[in-house]
């Protein structure tokens, strides 16, 4: 870590308003922090497992349902950014309550839903609880356990991503197949409150440390790494949810598979993607470009390997697989690439930002695979998927991080 990072920890952890952190880290928080990541990641990708009876339930194309997503990643992206500045004067650990009550909301009212005007609302309220969390959940991390476990600190954040790869979609496939899509929310609801009962006892008092304005949001953008960073983001995500938002309908169509199998593969993708967050945090601790650069070439592979041997169920299963990997390492690089190395003086700028560009690359792959599914068939998204998921690795291969953690 950096000299600014280790000085800006210090400033924080002996502030004299917060609680004396000098006595341990705050591991029960750190895990709450995960809970949240999970019950956040859940809550967005749901309608990608559940995306065809909700269509025909709602009576719409599989390319308007997809648009749920899209709703939330827009909002997410505004939200991100101006919500550090929003509440810069309130203790953080209400605004992770606040945003955790939100999560549960909206999961409430996307399980009730009875048309797409009312279901994007209800994303709308996730957009704001999940540009919100991610936000200021690094500068939280830098203030809840000294510098030298702060990588392992964020590794068990990002662990909930992963994890909520590894049972969101396959759940969310299943229960939707039994009992119907919208208790599939439901239970996120559930796992939502869980998840702020454990915030309530676990988030110690986090007072703001320093007022957060569009000025500092402006200078972190100026940051050349930043900007490399970003062009990263926006490749990467954007790719990857093109093709990830209609792995269902592709899995149906192709491969012809049936709703069992397409959930076996969907856990594969999960489990994979549990050990590709391990394997990315490893890999951060060495080499910033390779964890940057290898992850989407990976992506871009397993797509093209779909597309030309999609028909065969277990070519099909492999490129799940190593796609699920590949992207389970995506978070933790990226996060520890602009957070940790490029800002670390002003994480929650730079938290802000990646949330943003995250979520505006999430919203144009949903909105460019949906019209590409819609006008030139399922098979054209994953297309799109692997041309962008090769620029990104090219990309961080050529202009990404020279100086290593």
């Given amino acids: 870590m950096t000299e600014s990072a280790t000085a800006f920890m210090d400033g924080v952890l002996h502030d004299p308003e917060q609680p004396d ?43 308007a349902a997809g648009q749920a997503l899209t709703m939330t990643a827009i909002v997410g992206a505004i939200s991100a950014p101006t919500m550090a500045i929003i509440t810069k004067r309130l203790d953080r650990r209400i605004v992770m309550w606040a945003m955790t009550l939100l999560l549960i909301l909206s999961n409430v009212l996307s399980a009730v839903a009875g048309s797409l005007s009312f279901l994007l609302a209800a994303r709308v309220v996730l957009g704001i609880a999940l540009g919100g969390f991610w936000s200021i959940s690094a500068a939280l991390a830098m203030r809840l356990v000294p510098s030298h476990l702060l990588r392992r600190a964020m590794s068990i954040i990002l662990t909930g991503v992963t994890v909520a790869t590894v049972c969101a979609a396959p759940i969310g496939a299943y229960v939707g197949d039994i009992w119907g899509w919208r208790t599939a929310f439901m239970i996120a609801a559930v796992v939502g409150a869980v998840t702020l009962l454990v915030q309530l006892m676990t988030i110690p008092r986090l007072p703001p440390i320093g007022v957060a304005s569009f000025r500092s949001l402006l200078d972190v953008a100026k940051n050349p790494m930043i900007k490399v960073a970003i062009l990263v983001v926006l490749l990467v995500a954007s790719g990857h949810f093109a093709g990830f938002t209609y792995i269902r309908a592709f899995l149906e169509k192709f491969p012809a598979l049936n709703i069992e199998t397409i959930s076996l593969l969907l856990l594969a993708f999960g489990i994979c993607g549990f050990f590709g967050n391990l394997a990315g945090g490893f ?5 910033l470009k390779a964890v940057a650069a290898l992850p989407p070439l990976l992506i871009a592979m397993a797509a093209v390997s779909l597309l030309m041997l999609g028909a065969s169920a277990w070519s099909t299963a492999i490129a799940v697989a190593v796609w699920g990997f590949a992207f389970g390492a995506v978070p933790v690089g990226l996060q520890t690439w602009m957070v940790l190395h490029a800002a670390p003086g002003q994480a929650e700028s730079a938290g802000g930002l990646m949330a943003a560009t995250f979520q505006v690359a999430i919203a144009a792959g949903a909105v460019i695979g949906g019209l590409l599914v819609d006008n030139a068939g399922v098979a054209s998204a994953f297309a799109y998927s692997a041309v962008a998921s090769f620029l990104a690795a090219l990309t961080a291969f050529l202009l990404g991080p020279k100086r290593e953690p």
Avoid: C
């Fill in 283 to 287: 890999l951060a601790e060495h080499s």
């Fill in 21 to 63: 952190q000098r006595s341990g880290p705050a591991w029960g928080a750190v895990i709450a922090l995960a809970l949240g990541t999970f019950g956040l990641v859940t809550a967005e990708f749901l309608p990608a497992s559940v995306l065809t009876p909700l269509a025909h339930d709602l009576g719409i194309t599989e390319g």
